[in-house]
């Protein structure tokens, strides 16, 4: 499986319609303001009520790079969350990857009452989060709430998955740089074992 990225500049549209193993998926972007302005109306996941802020000008100099993320679980070891799709946006792009990796094989072990610490790297900041966890093998899950992050911290902490055994987590991430310049969604899987 793979990631496909595409860049749109402002006043361009594009569609992206691609047949993946887990069945088809389609991306559809567009924008409609001048070459070089900001986009007068903040993003907005489809998934979510939650509204990202608008980027501010100038853009960053470089193309955007879709920041790694790591979790640990207290003072175990610290692994890289497997990514799914990530949205990031300047004033003058939008930039999208969208993949369908399978669950990761490797994960964390944790105990009863845990929590996972997601890490970003400097210069970037937490602004909501939302997710649910399921077994990793069979049926059923649960939603965990929203939550909003003002403070634009680094780190934040979600709950552990509270079934025995494998689950699976996944984490729908909004996210900024702390400039402001590059704001962005980002969808991460971790394995965790709860012994």
Known sequence: MGRYFFAVAIGDSIRFALDEYAGRVDV???HHAGAGHAVGTS?????SGFELPTPTCPSPPDAV???D??????NGPTIVATRRSSTFTTCTTTAASDAAPKD?????AAHAGDRMTL???AGWGFLHREGYDRPAA???GNIWPAVDSPERPMHIDVPVPARPGDSIAECGLWIVSLDGRV?????ILVRVTLG
């Open 138 to 140: 069979g049926q059923g």
């Open 183 to 187: 704001v962005g969604q980002l969808d």
């Open 119 to 121: 890490n970003l790297p």
């Open 69 to 74: 993320l790591t979790v640990s679980i207290a």
């Open 43 to 47: 993003s907005e996941s489809p998934s």
């Open 104 to 108: 990761p094989t490797d994960g964390l």
């Open 65 to 67: 790079r879709v920041p």
């Open 28 to 30: 559809t972007w567009s």
